[in-house]
């Protein structure tokens, strides 16, 4: 039986709590722009609080839309995200910045397609697969229709590039295809032409062979490559058990290269030590578990499957943000999600929320 019920609450307290402890870590880090540029501050911190605050309308809105809608405009929404995609290479409308063509620009407004582009991936995937259903596991209807879409994407964010934005989706897509049925020797097959793409494109971009240097070896260069890493370490070690205090990072103020976005997360472990980083940690974990209860629950494979790429997109990335700053994985562009300075990523994030909130208002009953 399939029911109608109010949204997941226990779903929904988790993203609240995630919203608060990332606006209260952004209050606290953004404080550094002031010894960089004390007019930033305010604009930055405004433009924060309103990606939020329409964040959370779209949430709302989109939690009220039926689930089934994404299934029969996924295609549309598909083509739709990769015309939007392809804009950041048409000049005067695309935006280059630190070298990646990521951004459409139009007058002072900027946003990156790729948000959208995640999204709409994931959609058309979980639309696909179950679709074909049993045929999942096959080659033909299964495996062959993914690497196909993947080469797509690919083709485009590599180009930009935006290697760290395809390794999310990518992800998003292996978890799909697992949860299908796909099978095993197709996932080894997958996985084997993955890590030798990889590989070659580690050796034909010298900004990854540099990053994967950087990693193995942080303190070769700590001027230079290897400056982001040290300066997060020492901001991580600085915390300690209980941090410094609200306020009270030293790192951000002229050391911590993007405070209030990739590095956000040492500025968290700096201020609020071991316990507040593995609280964050936990928050997201909570999120993981719960997003897969509600897969589990999702009244059809199409349900499922979309709760569990949107779950896997939101947490792979925010996970990649974390361990880059910890130095466990190379250095990730990638923002930390409900928490980092970044409009585009904030409100694509929550619209994504307000259908997993959809979803969990029609769960089975056993």
């Known amino acids: 039986m399939i029911r109608s019920k109010p949204v997941d609450r226990i779903f929904l307290g988790i993203v609240g709590a995630l919203l608060l402890t990332g606006l209260l870590i952004f209050?606290?880090?953004?404080?550094?722009?002031?010894?960089?540029?004390?007019?930033?501050?305010?604009?930055?911190?405004?433009?924060?609080?309103?990606?939020?605050?329409?964040?959370?309308?779209?949430?709302?809105?989109?939690?009220?839309?039926?689930?089934?809608?994404?299934?029969?405009?996924s295609f549309y929404i598909f083509i739709f995200s990769i015309f939007l995609t392809l804009l950041v290479f048409v000049p005067q409308i695309g935006l280059t910045f630190g070298g990646g063509k990521r951004w459409i620009a139009l007058g002072s407004?900027?946003?990156?397609?790729?948000?959208?582009?995640?999204?709409?991936?994931?959609?058309?995937?979980a639309a696909w697969l179950s679709g074909v259903k049993e045929k999942a596991a096959t080659f033909k209807e299964g495996m062959l229709p993914i690497v196909i879409l993947l080469v797509i994407v690919g083709v485009i964010?590599?180009?930009q590039p935006d290697t760290d934005t395809f390794i999310s989706i990518f992800l998003a897509a292996l978890g799909m295809f697992i949860v299908a049925g796909g099978r095993l020797r197709h996932l080894f097959i997958l996985m084997v032409v993955a890590t030798l793409g990889f590989g070659a494109l580690v050796y034909t971009r010298p900004y990854l062979m540099q990053r994967i240097s950087t990693f193995i070896d942080p303190q070769a260069n700590p001027l230079s490559s290897g400056y982001q890493i040290q300066q997060s370490l020492i901001a991580i070690g600085s915390g300690e058990i209980f941090g410094r205090g609200f306020g009270q990072s030293i790192q951000k103020f002229s050391y911590l290269p993007e405070p209030v976005g990739d590095s956000i997360f040492a500025v968290a472990a700096e201020e609020f030590g071991f316990i507040g980083g593995a609280f964050l940690i936990l928050l997201f974990l909570f999120f993981t578990l719960r997003s897969f209860r509600l897969a589990v629950k999702a009244p059809d494979l199409f349900g499922g499957l979309l709760v569990v790429g949107i779950a896997i997109l939101i947490v792979s990335g925010s996970f990649m943000n974390i361990a880059s700053m910890l130095g466990v994985i190379p250095l990730s562009g990638l923002p930390l999600l409900f928490v980092s300075h970044g409009g585009t990523a904030m409100l694509i994030t929550l619209a994504e929320v307000g259908i997993l909130l959809n979803i969990s208002r029609f769960r089975k009953i056993t």
Do not use: D, M
């Not at 880090?29 to 329409?54: I, P």
């Not at 407004?109 to 995937?125: D, G, H, M, N, R």
């Open 27 to 73: 209050t606290s880090a953004s404080l550094g722009l002031l010894a960089r540029s004390g007019a930033s501050f305010s604009s930055v911190a405004l433009n924060q609080f309103l990606a939020v605050l329409g964040g959370c309308v779209l949430a709302f809105f989109f939690s009220k839309i039926h689930y089934s809608f994404w299934r029969r405009w």
């Open 157 to 159: 964010l590599l180009k």
């Open 109 to 125: 407004f900027s946003f990156q397609p790729a948000e959208f582009l995640k999204a709409a991936f994931v959609i058309y995937t």
